[in-house]
């Protein structure tokens, strides 16, 4: 799953290289390279988790980053400010990291629940 991050992290790099020098194509780029590589870096301090409480914020942190991604690929996609293929596919490995993410928390969340 990090592999998955730090490639979904690149992947959103590589788009951010691709856009171009507007006010608004910038801010966008600016949000997707904090975003997108946070994923990766939070996961990293989840992995490291002191408690499975901290795990869990950890991860949801993780999400809310992928979730932030996801709106700014679909922004990037529907103004169009990049029209290339990488933005789709890019897109849709952040619906796939949502729905991993989705799930393993909703398995660490029963997992911690009492018996």
């Known amino acids: 799953l990090e592999d998955r991050l730090v490639q979904f992290a690149c992947m959103c790099l590589d788009i951010c290289d691709l856009m171009p020098h507007t006010k608004a194509a910038q801010n966008l780029v600016y949000q997707l390279s904090k975003s997108s590589t946070a994923t990766a870096l939070v996961y990293g301090e989840a992995q490291g988790a002191e408690s499975t409480a901290d795990f869990?914020?950890?991860?949801?942190?993780?999400?809310?980053?992928?979730?932030?991604?996801?709106?700014?690929?679909?922004?990037?996609?529907?103004?169009?400010?990049?029209t290339n293929e990488k933005?789709?596919?890019?897109?849709?490995?952040?619906?796939?990291?949502?729905?991993?993410?989705?799930?393993?928390?909703?398995?660490?969340?029963?997992?911690?629940?009492?018996?």
């Open 56 to 82: 869990i914020h950890k991860m949801k942190i993780v999400l809310k980053e992928i979730r932030e991604s996801r709106i700014n690929l679909r922004i990037i996609i529907e103004k169009p400010i990049v």
């Open 87 to 115: 933005v789709s596919y890019t897109l849709k490995e952040c619906n796939e990291l949502m729905a991993i993410f989705l799930k393993s928390i909703d398995t660490a969340k029963k997992n911690n629940s009492p018996k």
